[in-house]
């Protein structure tokens, strides 16, 4: 009798720590869901102004088409980035291409001069603070989903839920400040 018992109370109290296990999960996972759009937005928002700064330095620049033509395809990768790890290499191209930007305006003073050049590398600037600032608290949330699908006992539910790890949304090393963009 003690015996049937105890077997129910401790198979009801391994139940209670799955179901508690799995929510904490998908609590972690749903997160960095949430910090990931929270990123989209913002790479979106970068996207838009750096279509705005090569429509811009067009009027002035129109025989660099090579460099506009970079800028584009970088903009037509598939978006919104499946995760992390594909943003990253995206990023890191279109950084690459932005700089060549910023250089082109350097032999066009008259694009330096730009109000609205001006404005949109000022608004560039703000929104590269924004990406870093998130890309802060996406990697924070990344973290504590990685200790609990690695971290036992969790991890036991997190195999049988077939809860993928996420990647980290890093910067590399000429990226881990935001650029200093202004011309004047």
């Given at each position: 009798?003690?015996?049937?018992?105890?077997?129910?109370?401790?198979?009801?109290?391994?139940?209670?720590?799955?179901?508690?296990?799995?929510?904490?999960?998908?609590?972690?996972?749903?997160?960095?869901?949430?910090?990931?759009?929270?990123?989209?937005?913002?790479?979106?928002?970068?996207?838009?102004?750096?279509?705005?700064?090569?429509?811009?330095?067009?009027?002035?620049?129109?025989?660099?088409?090579?460099?506009?033509?970079?800028?584009?395809?970088?903009?037509?990768?598939?978006?919104?980035?499946?995760?992390?790890?594909?943003?990253?290499?995206?990023?890191?191209?279109?950084?690459?291409?932005?700089?060549?930007?910023?250089?082109?305006?350097?032999?066009?003073?008259?694009?330096?001069?730009?109000?609205?050049?001006?404005?949109?590398?000022?608004?560039?600037?703000?929104?590269?603070?924004?990406?870093?600032?998130?890309?802060?608290?996406?990697?924070?949330?990344?973290?504590?989903?990685?200790?609990?699908c690695q971290a036992i006992p969790t991890n036991l539910v997190?195999?049988?839920?077939?809860?993928?790890?996420?990647?980290?949304?890093?910067?590399?090393?000429?990226?881990?400040?935001?650029?200093?963009?202004?011309?004047?």
């Open positions: 009798m003690y015996a049937t018992f105890a077997a129910i109370v401790l198979c009801g109290a391994v139940v209670l720590w799955y179901l508690f296990a799995f929510n904490q999960l998908v609590r972690a996972r749903n997160a960095v869901d949430q910090t990931w759009s929270n990123i989209e937005v913002e790479l979106q928002r970068r996207f838009d102004l750096i279509q705005s700064l090569v429509e811009t330095a067009k009027g002035y620049a129109k025989h660099e088409s090579e460099t506009f033509r970079e800028v584009a395809r970088l903009r037509t990768r598939e978006r919104p980035f499946a995760d992390a790890g594909t943003a990253n290499t995206a990023q890191h191209d279109l950084s690459g291409a932005v700089a060549r930007i910023m250089l082109l305006a350097e032999s066009y003073p008259e694009l330096r001069a730009d109000k609205n050049f001006l404005q949109l590398q000022n608004e560039l600037t703000e929104t590269e603070n924004r990406i870093a600032t998130r890309r802060n608290a996406y990697n924070q949330t990344v973290n504590y989903y990685q200790n609990l997190a195999a049988i839920q077939e809860m993928p790890p996420k990647a980290f949304f890093d910067a590399p090393d000429e990226l881990a400040q935001a650029p200093e963009i202004r011309l004047s």
